[in-house]
Nanobody, 122 residues
């Protein structure tokens, strides 16, 4: 059974940083691209990374502030979020793609975590 468990969310002031983690199990992690989404309230693809980690994608809303990475030895996906803004508030969740390369189409992601809440407020 595929499981994706996010952690690292919380309350942070504008300009602050958080690092989200997504622990994956139940599949061969390094065979699949992964992504981070945010729901606030619409679902938005924020960042994606290929199975081997060589290729990444960022939405314009987070480019230059967020960094997606993965440790295939630990079966873990990360999202480093810097210079956070109030509009970054939302539920963040990770998702597994159907293959080794990511897609911008949400339907190409076949497993989703439950999410971790990020609130940016002074």
């Amino acid at each position: 059974e595929v499981q994706l468990v996010e952690s690292g969310g919380g309350l942070v002031q504008p300009g602050g940083s958080l690092r989200l983690s997504c622990a994956a199990s139940g599949f061969t992690f390094d065979d699949y691209a992964m992504a981070w989404f945010r729901r606030a309230p619409e679902r938005e693809l924020l960042a994606a990374i290929s199975a081997n980690g060589d290729t990444t994608y960022y939405a314009d809303s987070v480019k230059g502030r967020f960094t997606i990475s993965r440790d295939n030895g630990l079966n873990t996906l990360y999202l480093q979020m810097d210079n956070l803004e109030e509009q970054d508030t939302g539920l963040y969740f990770c998702a597994k793609s159907g293959g080794p390369m990511y897609s911008l189409a949400h339907y190409s992601y076949d497993n989703w975590g439950q999410g971790t809440q990020v609130t940016v407020s002074s």
